[in-house]
């Protein structure tokens, strides 16, 4: 590589990632001319965030760097199949708008998972779900900071611990300094470049190839392009039931009920602004979902006879956009250190986004509650919740170094994100539209969710072989001088798959066993718990959500008493208005009016219920430790239908 060349990439780099850092800066100042309330400005960006920059932050926030990365090299040796996922992403657009957003939009709450203590009235409920939105969301960002590590490691031979020490250093930096608006700036700045880049990574692909029309029949004829695939199996990898249904019930769980998202939703100044964001993200969603395969194919179309893993110029197929664009863009000087800025920098903004949420959730669930920290001020706590984001950002750098044992970017985002969307998912359902459901219920949905998706990864982990057969790759019209220069190290790609089939025929060829053992091991395959462990992950947040469900409406019907009297403006009002019109005893504050009673005694005018009327307290002492429940309570009620 020429080093004038590389030095120039270089610069291009540093100054991109310069540029787009400036603005938790420029916020900072302007704040802090504005005055106002310093915490609550780092975690909802002060309510003036503009439409359309909250539909490309949402819309960023839902794809991420990975796909930057990951979709383009998953075209090119898997196919479209995962491409299909778009079908549910789009459809839990509306779906968020019509059932979460209308129950949680007036809470007046730092954290969405207080929700579920209103809801429930038990911490613990609150503490879980929290745990594991905190799990899910260290695991998955381990992954985004492990993304552009793989291209830097790929261009510039730079080891991915020192890729991923910079990405924090810089993240850590730039949390101190901003907070949401900042990230929201941030995410803009990086969608619109990417969506650049991507649209030069097309049209340079696409001129090489012979045009649009023969990007497309390469493709068909390399079977890269295949939809509408029933196989109704859940052991297939991927297909478009589980695609459709499993990645439904994901961004369902993402979107209604993830910190990272409801926080930016609260930073609008009305519920209706929400709707038409998340309503206008379909076909933002849509367009900016496809380009990255729109890149994959016009890759393929390039290399179809001449693959770049199978000639050993790559090792991992994570590299094939990265060596795109160091093999194609030789003659525009600066568009390699701006895919790489890209790059790092979209990392970074993600990363600090959602460490921004990850340490409001641990502030405000969990340390706020510690005796040593009641009565701080707001920039006490604002100067918590930084360290708390510092502390997030070292650990997620070192969970992302072993990222690429799972399996490749996107594979290890959806094994992460399908295992932890069921229990979540499930308990914010069982709040908004279940009213039999209460706070044992709840726990112990989550619970045996958790307990069962576990489970299932685990053994599939440790029992299946998860490894998937690339599409055929071709190297017949690669240059004999690539072809001489074969590394040895990218040799065991091939090597590997073949003893991957061998192994199992020798074992069964080994004549010191007894041939029972064999049709012992051979049976064991076949057996219902070996079945359970082959079921895609596509399929986990769906099994997730409908075990938490069930288990939470059966225990709270079995369980249910008095002590489980909840506000049913708690509940999506439609649900709300059909539970009054049902026979049986309501659990739920009534909504009413009433005269306040002072005493203590019991009623016998009804014979359909029995109504407690209680001594007058406070409506501070009806919520949660003074948080305020909703925009105006002065008719909170007194009176108890049990």
Sequence with gaps: ?????????????????????????????????????????????????????????????????????????????????MWETLYGMVLAFP?????????????????VYEYLQMRFGSIWVRRMAAATFLLRQTLNLAVTVYTPTVALHAVLALPHWASAAALTGVAIVFNLLGGLAAAIRAD??????????????IIQATVKAGGPQQVFTDNLEGNRLKFFNFTFDPTVRVDTMSALVGQLFMSVSIYG???????????????????????????????????????????????????????????????????????????????????????????LSFLVSNVNSLSTVTWEDFVSATPAFKGISDKQQLTIIKIIGIIYSITIMCLSLSVGLVGGVIEGSLLVTSATSGALLGVFL???????????????????????????????????????AMLPLSVEKCPNATLSALSPKALPVDLNQTLAQ????????????????IINQESV??????????????????????????????????TANENDAFDERLLHPLVAKIARKLPGKKRTFTTEVEEKVPNVKESSNSTDETVVETEEKPPVELILNGSRLFESYENLPTRTRL
């Design 1 to 81: 590589m020429n080093t004038g060349w590389l030095a120039w990439e270089c610069l291009v780099f540093g100054l991109f990632v310069c540029a787009t850092s400036c603005a938790p800066l420029w916020r900072r100042k302007k704040d802090a001319a504005a005055g106002g309330n310093a915490k609550r400005a780092y975690i909802f960006a002060g309510g003036g965030v503009s439409t359309l920059s909250m539909i490309l932050s949402v819309a960023r926030g839902t794809l991420g760097v990975r796909s930057f990365l990951g979709f383009p090299s998953e075209l090119v040796y898997y196919g479209s199949a």
């Design 95 to 111: 779906l968020v708008c019509w059932v979460f957003i209308p129950v949680y939009y007036r809470l007046n709450t730092n954290s």
């Design 188 to 201: 803009v700045i990086q969608t619109l470049t990417m969506v650049m880049v991507s649209a030069a990574f």
């Design 257 to 347: 009920c993830q910190q990272t998202f409801v926080q930016r939703y609260c930073s609008m100044s009305s519920e209706a602004r929400v709707k038409r964001t998340l309503l206008a993200n379909v076909p933002a969603v849509f367009i900016l979902f496809s380009l990255s395969w729109v890149v994959g194919m016009a890759i393929y179309a390039i290399y179809k006879y001449c693959d770049p893993l199978m000639s050993g110029r790559i090792v991992a197929p994570d590299e094939v956009l990265p060596f795109y664009v160091q093999d194609q863009f030789t003659f525009l000087p600066g568009m390699l250190g701006l895919f790489l800025g890209s790059l790092f920098n979209g990392a």
């Design 430 to 468: 069982l709040a908004a539209i279940f009213p039999v459901a209460n706070g044992k219920g709840a726990l112990c949905g989550m619970l045996m969710s958790h307990f069962i998706t576990a489970w299932m990864a685990t053994g599939r982990l440790l029992y299946v072989n998860d490894s998937v």
């Design 502 to 517: 061998i192994i199992p025929m020798l074992k069964d060829l080994d004549p010191t066993r007894e041939p029972h053992l």
């Design 525 to 558: 395959l076949f057996t219902a718990l070996m079945k359970m462990y082959s079921v895609s992950y596509m399929w986990y947040a769906v099994i997730g959500t409908v075990t938490c469900i069930v288990v939470g409406t059966v225990v709270g019907f079995f």
